[in-house]
């Protein structure tokens, strides 16, 4: 999101690497503010600094000698879930109907409100991405169809 920082402290070999966690979940730009592209440039950018502490503000500090390919698995979740969003628009659906295949979420979640919103917030983005790069078109009534 705009706004959005890591911090360098080099007298202590750290990065504070804010929402670039590098979990297995992978990177979440729910917001309507998110841009994907902007987030996969940031991880990239991140992963060119080399320190002794890498610092996420979800999980534990992870030692420099226990990085190697971690920026890169984490930024592969958004392709992984872009895959399973165009599979899903074989067909066209609606945003809602992307949703209910769970592209990002693999499945429900409880409460299912809650998560339903966050899956569509990401999939909007998604959606977003994909129809400014050409892989997806916007058909009448809401509809979207991979191309």
Known sequence: TPGHSCLLFRELSAIYL??????RFGPW???AA??????LESIERVRRIRVDWYIPAHGPVIPGS????????F????HEREVRLLESLREPLTVEGVVKA???????YLPED????????????????????????SL????????
């Open 34 to 39: 998110s841009d994907i592209d902007q987030f």
């Open 18 to 23: 804010g929402d670039i966690d590098l979990t």
């Open 102 to 108: 769970h592209p990002v979420y693999l499945k429900q």
């Open 114 to 137: 809650v998560f339903d919103f966050m899956e569509e917030m990401m999939v909007r983005n998604h959606l977003r991405r994909l129809l400014r790069l050409g892989v997806v078109e």
């Open 66 to 73: 226990e990085i190697g390919g971690r920026f890169e698995a």
């Open 29 to 31: 730009y729910g917001n």
């Open 140 to 147: 009448e009534e809401g509809r979207y169809r991979a191309r």
């Open 75 to 78: 930024a592969a979740v958004v």
